[in-house]
C-alpha cells in the first residue's frame, strides 16, 4: 500500500484498479441480463429544467445559452427520473440506464457528488416484480466480484439469500416500539399526521427531538437512528410500504391509502435502491410537489421549478413501476471497500 493519498498517483491507482475493472465487469454483465430481460438501454441528458423536487435533495445550477445569448437556468439532473417517464409515455415500456447524476451536499463514504445511478422501468408490472429483479441483481453482483458476502465495515449479508421483507410500520413497531399507522389519517393520505403522538412513541425511544420538527422530520430521525441501522444484516432487506407522506412520486397501495408503494433495499446497513409504483396523476403529483417545494423553501430557502412537460407526460403514461440503484454502493459492497471513493475510476475534486 503507498501512503500517497492522491487517486491519481501510480501506486495509488495500483491499489485501486482490480477493484475498477471488476467495476467495469459488473457493469457489461448487468447490461447483458437487463437486455436478455428484453429491457432498452437509453440514454438521458443531464441538463434538466428541474433537477427533481424533493426537498432533501440538494442540485448543481447551471446556465443554458441558446444562439439568442439569452441565459435559462437550468440544473444537472439529481435522478433521469423525468426523462426516462417521458419515453414511457412515449411508449417505451422496458428500459433502464447507467445514468451519471449529480447530488449537492453529498460526500461521505456513501455519498459522492457525482454518481452513476442505475435506474429501470417495467410498464404494466407491479412493484413486486421490482423486488425479484433486485434478488437477481445482488447475486449477479456477487458473482461478478468472487463470490463472497457483501461487507460493509463490520456488517455482512449474503447476497444470495432472499431479501427480507419488512413494512416501514413493522419496522417502526420492531426497532422503536412505535405504532407508525396510528400516527396517520385513517383514511385521507393527504390528511394532517398526528405529530404530538409520533414524537411521544419517538421520544420514549431515545430520540432527541426539536421543538420545531415537524411530522416528517421525526419520522426521518426515527428511521434514520432506530430502523436504517438494523437492516440487511446477514440477509439483505427491502423496507416497503412507506407512509404516503414520505412517498411523493408514488400511488397509494390498494389496501391502505396511509401507506404507498414505495421500498428501498438495504444490506449492511446501507440503502441500495429506491423503488415505486409510479404515480401517474399528474393533478396529485403537482400537488405533492407543492408540499415538497414549501417545504424545502421552509428549511433551506430556496425551491426549484416545476418541469412542466414532465406533468403531461403522466398523463398518458401508463401504469408503471420503476426503480434507482446506486450502482457505485453496489460495487462498494460486493468487494467489501470502506468508501464509495475506493470504487470510482475518479473523484470529483473537493
Given at each position: 500500500?503507498?501512503?500517497?493519498?492522491?487517486?491519481?498517483?501510480?501506486?495509488?491507482?495500483a491499489?485501486?484498479?482490480?477493484?475498477l475493472?471488476?467495476?467495469?465487469?459488473l457493469r457489461?454483465?448487468?447490461t447483458d441480463?437487463?437486455?436478455?430481460?428484453?429491457?432498452?438501454?437509453?440514454?438521458?441528458?443531464?441538463?434538466?429544467?428541474?433537477?427533481?423536487?424533493?426537498?432533501?435533495?440538494?442540485?448543481?445550477?447551471?446556465t443554458?445559452l441558446?444562439?439568442?445569448?439569452?441565459?435559462?437556468?437550468?440544473?444537472?439532473?439529481t435522478?433521469?427520473?423525468?426523462?426516462?417517464?417521458?419515453?414511457?409515455?412515449?411508449?417505451?415500456?422496458?428500459?433502464f440506464?447507467?445514468a451519471?447524476v449529480?447530488?449537492?451536499?453529498?460526500?461521505?463514504?456513501?455519498h459522492?457528488?457525482?454518481?452513476?445511478?442505475?435506474?429501470?422501468?417495467?410498464?404494466?408490472?407491479?412493484?413486486?416484480?421490482?423486488?425479484?429483479?433486485?434478488?437477481?441483481?445482488?447475486?449477479?453482483a456477487?458473482?461478478?466480484?468472487?463470490?463472497?458476502?457483501?461487507?460493509?465495515?463490520?456488517?455482512?449479508?449474503?447476497?444470495?439469500?432472499e431479501p427480507e421483507?419488512?413494512?416501514?410500520a413493522?419496522?417502526?413497531?420492531?426497532?422503536a416500539?412505535?405504532?407508525?399507522?396510528?400516527?396517520l389519517?385513517?383514511?385521507d393520505?393527504?390528511?394532517?399526521?398526528d405529530r404530538?403522538?409520533l414524537?411521544?412513541?419517538?421520544?420514549?425511544?431515545?430520540?432527541?427531538l426539536a421543538?420545531?420538527d415537524?411530522?416528517?422530520?421525526i419520522?426521518?430521525r426515527?428511521?434514520?437512528?432506530?430502523?436504517?441501522?438494523?437492516?440487511?444484516?446477514?440477509?439483505?432487506?427491502?423496507?416497503?410500504?412507506?407512509?404516503?407522506?414520505?412517498?411523493?412520486?408514488?400511488r397509494?397501495?390498494?389496501?391502505?391509502?396511509?401507506?404507498?408503494e414505495?421500498?428501498?433495499?438495504?444490506?449492511?446497513?446501507?440503502e441500495?435502491a429506491?423503488a415505486?409504483?409510479?404515480?401517474?396523476?399528474?393533478?396529485e403529483?403537482?400537488?405533492?410537489?407543492?408540499?415538497?417545494?414549501?417545504e424545502?423553501?421552509?428549511?433551506?430557502?430556496?425551491?426549484?421549478?416545476?418541469?412542466?412537460?414532465?406533468l403531461a407526460?403522466?398523463?398518458?403514461m401508463?401504469?408503471?413501476?420503476?426503480?434507482?440503484?446506486?450502482?457505485?454502493?453496489?460495487?462498494?459492497?460486493?468487494?467489501?471497500?470502506?468508501?464509495?471513493?475506493?470504487?470510482?475510476?475518479?473523484?470529483?475534486?473537493?
Amino acid at each position: 500500500m503507498t501512503n500517497d493519498a492522491r487517486w491519481w498517483s501510480p501506486a495509488r491507482h495500483a491499489d485501486r484498479r482490480a477493484a475498477l475493472i471488476t467495476r467495469n465487469r459488473l457493469r457489461r454483465t448487468l447490461t447483458d441480463w437487463f437486455e436478455a430481460e428484453d429491457f432498452t438501454e437509453v440514454e438521458c441528458p443531464a441538463v434538466q429544467v428541474s433537477p427533481g423536487n424533493e426537498a432533501h435533495l440538494h442540485a448543481f445550477a447551471t446556465t443554458l445559452l441558446g444562439p439568442d445569448g439569452v441565459p435559462r437556468q437550468r440544473y444537472l439532473h439529481t435522478s433521469p427520473e423525468f426523462t426516462m417517464k417521458k419515453l414511457i409515455a412515449a411508449g417505451e415500456t422496458r428500459i433502464f440506464d447507467f445514468a451519471r447524476v449529480w447530488r449537492n451536499r453529498e460526500r461521505t463514504a456513501l455519498h459522492h457528488p457525482e454518481f452513476t445511478m442505475l435506474e429501470w422501468y417495467r410498464v404494466g408490472s407491479p412493484y413486486e416484480d421490482l423486488m425479484r429483479d433486485c434478488a437477481d441483481l445482488l447475486a449477479i453482483a456477487a458473482t461478478t466480484a468472487g463470490g463472497g458476502p457483501f461487507r460493509f465495515r463490520d456488517r455482512s449479508a449474503d447476497p444470495y439469500a432472499e431479501p427480507e421483507r419488512i413494512t416501514v410500520a413493522e419496522a417502526f413497531d420492531r426497532f422503536a416500539g412505535i405504532d407508525l399507522l396510528a400516527t396517520l389519517h385513517p383514511t385521507d393520505p393527504a390528511g394532517e399526521p398526528d405529530r404530538e403522538r409520533l414524537a411521544a412513541g419517538a421520544r420514549a425511544a431515545g430520540v432527541a427531538l426539536a421543538a420545531d420538527d415537524t411530522w416528517s422530520d421525526i419520522y426521518s430521525r426515527v428511521l434514520a437512528e432506530k430502523v436504517e441501522p438494523h437492516l440487511g444484516d446477514d440477509r439483505p432487506a427491502i423496507l416497503y410500504e412507506y407512509p404516503s407522506h414520505e412517498a411523493a412520486l408514488a400511488r397509494p397501495t390498494a389496501h391502505d391509502p396511509r401507506v404507498a408503494e414505495r421500498f428501498e433495499l438495504f444490506a449492511c446497513g446501507v440503502e441500495l435502491a429506491n423503488a415505486f409504483g409510479e404515480l401517474t396523476d399528474p393533478i396529485e403529483q403537482r400537488r405533492r410537489f407543492g408540499l415538497e417545494m414549501a417545504e424545502k423553501r421552509r428549511i433551506y430557502g430556496e425551491d426549484y421549478p416545476l418541469d412542466e412537460d414532465f406533468l403531461a407526460a403522466l398523463a398518458t403514461m401508463p401504469a408503471t413501476s420503476g426503480i434507482a440503484l446506486g450502482f457505485d454502493r453496489l460495487v462498494m459492497l460486493a468487494l467489501g471497500a470502506p468508501r464509495i471513493d475506493d470504487v470510482l475510476w475518479a473523484p470529483v475534486a473537493g
